[in-house]
């Protein structure tokens, strides 16, 4: 099977690492990896913030939850009913992706770019897991502090996270949805 094929049919989103960094040729396999991600009119509205310390890790968790405690509980994600859960599955890297706010094509291209690691971490042997939720960290009342710690540039915001690393759990692939592709013509 092609490889890129293979690499798209056997990743899986794992939740739970190992804690062993990875090395600084694995992090730019993977960087590199993301910048060449397409985006429209090339205008690569993206940042890149790899984060391996584990007490700014914590702290961001800390302000998912308060901000998932806040809500009512029926709009609350399941997994927060397990005090000791971990946003970020306790992964020794965590990339944030920030875009430029002022460009509506930014969500979209910033996707491109975190499927493009998610893919170069599974060609590399990797675990990785895409993250929406570290979200609620950046709308709190510290969401400035944690711009300025993840050296957010200016007119970015959060757009989504990866969690990579050495993965201890595995699992099935996701039964496939049916009629949800349609042919016309």
């Given amino acids: 099977m092609n490889p ?11 939740r739970a690492y190992k804690p062993v960094p990875l090395s600084d040729e694995t992090l730019n396999a993977l960087l590199q990896a993301a910048v ?8 690569q509205p993206w940042h890149f913030t790899v984060v391996r310390d584990q007490a700014l890790l914590k702290e961001l968790n800390a302000a998912v939850w308060e901000a998932m405690m806040a809500r009512d509980p029926e709009k609350r994600s399941a997994r927060f009913q397990d005090p000791n859960f971990d946003v970020f599955y306790g ?4 990339i944030f992706i920030s875009g430029d706010q002022k460009n509506s094509w930014t969500p979209i291209d910033c996707g491109i ?18 993250l929406g939720m570290p979200r ?14 993840l050296a957010f540039p200016e007119g970015f915001d959060f757009q989504i996270a990866i969690a990579v690393g ?3 759990d595995t699992k099935e692939a996701h039964p ?6 349609s042919f016309v013509g």
């Fill in 4 to 14: 890129v094929l293979s690499a798209i049919a056997d990743r899986r989103s794992n």
């Fill in 36 to 43: 060449q991600a397409p985006s429209a009119v090339n205008r």
């Fill in 91 to 94: 992964a020794p890297c965590v």
């Fill in 113 to 130: 770019a975190v499927e493009n690691i998610a893919l170069a971490a599974q060609a590399l042997g990797l675990g990785s897991v895409i």
């Fill in 136 to 149: 609620d960290a950046f709308k709190g009342p510290k969401g400035d502090n944690f711009r300025k710690a």
């Fill in 166 to 168: 050495e993965a201890t």
């Fill in 176 to 181: 496939i949805k049916e009629n949800k592709i």
